[in-house]
């Protein structure tokens, strides 16, 4: 059975940071592209940033471009997203999951492997 937990939201004023973690069990994770995804209530979900199964190839939304960043321990089953600079919008919930559709222009969760979600938001 798969297991997708996601940890590390919370509240954090604009500009501030936070990392989250996301641990896999139940599948063998370095098989997969894995990504976060995030949902704001009202919005339709987007991918945030995909990093695939060895970490050479990394993808992220435009207005994740350096301000997060997106890593993975294979030894330790884990995926990152560091997040610094927050600001007001990307108040959302985060998801793990792992990656269905990657093109240039975006990056698209498996619904197999995805978990229940941390909260993030960022008070102006």
């Known amino acids: 059975q798969v297991r997708v937990v996601e940890s590390g939201g919370g509240l954090v004023p604009a500009g501030g940071s936070l990392t989250l973690s996301c641990t896999v069990s139940g599948l063998t994770f370095d098989d997969y592209s894995m990504g976060w995804f995030r949902q704001a209530p009202g919005k339709e979900p987007e991918g945030v940033s995909c990093i695939s199964w060895s970490g050479g190839s990394r993808y992220s939304e435009d207005s994740a471009k350096g301000r997060f960043t997106i890593s993975r321990d294979n030894h330790k089953n884990t995926l990152y997203l560091q997040m610094n600079s927050l600001k007001p919008e990307d108040t959302a919930m985060y998801y793990c999951?792992?990656?269905?559709?990657?093109?240039?222009?975006?990056?698209?969760?498996?619904?197999?492997?995805w978990g229940q979600g941390t909260q993030v938001t960022v008070s102006s």
């Open positions: 999951a792992a990656v269905s559709v990657w093109t240039n222009l975006k990056c698209l969760p498996d619904l197999n492997v």
